[in-house]
């Protein structure tokens, strides 16, 4: 093996902000090798919304070059001497975070995804000063923590975008108690939300499928939804159902026009209503009366951690959950971002590898 110090991977990477969606392939420096991490050579990566808001710069300034991707699955190639979950051989997946600082109350507590010094898998970087590249490449490192056993009957296509998408998603659902007995309502059909929907069916809530598109409407009642909700910018479509749900999960990646006071009216006596979408800009404004009649409550969630990802991974081969997904070439990135950009997508990317 090459000196630690020589050791570099390939990636496409986007190395102009002003060209988000052009990339070039180059050779970077991976995380710093520690006893405790999983090499793994990439097979599969899925192509998440965050990485369109990132290299947009819709998120903030785009640090280039910079690879991105964080739904990713391979094989394992090499163990630290402190890993005790993965051999060489493997098939082992990573999500949006690579690192915490492992000592906080968070981090103590089986809450290392909200860790204040948590790391992303791209676009951060390690406390010695590496910055951190994706999954549009031919490998990656991050400690055993953050690294998820893929089950063997899962295929490696349809584990990929579960690990950011779908532990974005089964995280506050389980988290706000959806299960047998529970209305649980989706808000957005597209890669998250169609997501929302199977893994809230697959836990034994009746689900209700909100959407604005029409469109949509066939593809949902074959994902298995109980009812379907068409919505408006007006709420109307939220007086037949005054305090019928026990828990929303909106996905909504735009907060123009959001109806969300009509929302809140359908939760049940304190019910709960957790967007995981992270629209550029703000969410409507609200009144401290919208949260009156039913003493609702607005919150948010951040990925999942590690024992969620597993129990997700575990429900998903064991239900034979497959998420709907189109796959491409790793070369073809710039096809999946522009499309994804456009909501030309039904419902993930998912990128197979082709680097040498």
């Given at each position: 093996?090459?000196?630690?110090?020589?050791?570099?991977?390939?990636?496409?990477?986007?190395?102009?902000?002003?060209?988000?969606?052009?990339?070039?392939?180059?050779?970077?420096?991976?995380?710093?090798?520690?006893?405790?991490?999983?090499?793994?050579?990439?097979?599969?990566?899925?192509?998440?919304?965050?990485?369109?808001?990132?290299?947009?710069?819709?998120?903030?300034?785009?640090?280039?070059?910079?690879?991105?991707?964080?739904?990713?699955?391979?094989?394992?190639?090499?163990?630290?001497?402190?890993?005790?979950?993965?051999?060489?051989?493997?098939?082992?997946?990573?999500?949006?975070?690579?690192?915490?600082?492992?000592?906080?109350?968070?981090?103590?507590?089986?809450?290392?995804?909200?860790?204040?010094?948590?790391?992303?898998?791209?676009?951060?970087?390690?406390p010695?000063?590496?910055?951190?590249?994706?999954?549009?490449?031919?490998?990656?490192?991050?400690?055993?923590?953050?690294?998820?056993?893929?089950?063997?009957?899962?295929?490696?296509?349809?584990?990929?975008?579960?690990?950011?998408?779908?532990l974005?998603v089964?995280?506050?659902?389980?988290?706000?108690?959806?299960?047998?007995?529970?209305?649980?309502?989706?808000?957005?059909?597209?890669?998250?939300?169609?997501?929302?929907?199977?893994?809230?069916?697959?836990?034994?809530?009746?689900?209700?499928?909100?959407?604005?598109?029409?469109?949509?409407?066939?593809?949902?009642?074959?994902?298995g939804?109980?009812?379907?909700?068409?919505?408006?910018?007006?709420?109307?479509?939220a007086?037949?159902?005054?305090?019928?749900?026990?828990?929303?999960?909106?996905?909504?990646?735009?907060?123009?026009?959001?109806?969300?006071?009509?929302?809140?009216?359908?939760?049940?006596v304190?019910?709960?209503?957790?967007?995981?979408?992270?629209?550029?800009?703000?969410?409507?404004q609200?009144?401290?009366?919208?949260?009156?009649?039913?003493?609702?409550?607005?919150?948010?969630?951040?990925?999942?951690n590690?024992?969620?990802?597993?129990?997700?991974?575990k429900?998903?081969?064991e239900?034979?959950?497959?998420?709907?997904?189109?796959?491409l070439?790793?070369?073809?990135?710039?096809?999946?971002?522009?499309?994804?950009?456009?909501n030309?997508?039904?419902?993930?990317?998912?990128?197979?590898?082709?680097?040498?």
């Amino acid at each position: 093996m090459a000196p630690e110090a020589d050791t570099k991977f390939k990636g496409y990477a986007v190395t102009d902000s002003n060209k988000w969606s052009d990339f070039t392939v180059i050779e970077y420096q991976p995380k710093t090798w520690e006893e405790t991490d999983i090499e793994l050579a990439i097979t599969h990566c899925g192509v998440c919304g965050s990485d369109v808001h990132t290299i947009t710069g819709g998120w903030g300034h785009v640090p280039v070059p910079l690879v991105v991707g964080h739904e990713i699955v391979g094989t394992v190639t090499r163990v630290g001497s402190k890993v005790t979950e993965f051999k060489v051989g493997d098939r082992a997946g990573v999500g949006a975070q690579i690192a915490s600082c492992y000592n906080c109350r968070a981090c103590k507590n089986d809450e290392e995804c909200y860790c204040p010094k948590s790391i992303d898998t791209y676009a951060s970087q390690y406390p010695d000063g590496v910055r951190t590249m994706g999954g549009y490449s031919t490998h990656i490192r991050a400690n055993e923590l953050f690294t998820f056993p893929i089950p063997d009957k899962l295929e490696s296509r349809h584990a990929a975008s579960m690990l950011c998408a779908g532990l974005t998603v089964f995280s506050p659902l389980v988290r706000n108690g959806c299960g047998p007995g529970k209305k649980v309502g989706v808000i957005g059909i597209g890669g998250l939300g169609h997501y929302a929907l199977l893994f809230a069916k697959a836990l034994g809530a009746e689900v209700y499928a909100l959407t604005h598109s029409t469109r949509k409407v066939e593809d949902i009642k074959k994902m298995g939804a109980d009812h379907i909700i068409v919505t408006d910018e007006e709420g109307k479509f939220a007086a037949d159902h005054q305090m019928e749900l026990d828990l929303i999960i909106s996905t909504a990646d735009v907060a123009e026009g959001m109806p969300l006071q009509a929302y809140l009216s359908m939760l049940w006596v304190h019910g709960r209503f957790i967007t995981v979408g992270l629209p550029d800009k703000p969410l409507p404004q609200l009144r401290a009366f919208d949260f009156a009649p039913n003493g609702c409550f607005l919150g948010g969630s951040h990925i999942g951690n590690k024992k969620e990802a597993v129990a997700m991974l575990k429900l998903a081969a064991e239900k034979g959950i497959k998420p709907w997904i189109e796959e491409l070439p790793m070369k073809d990135a710039k096809i999946a971002v522009e499309r994804v950009q456009k909501n030309d997508i039904r419902y993930r990317f998912v990128l197979t590898q082709d680097l040498a």
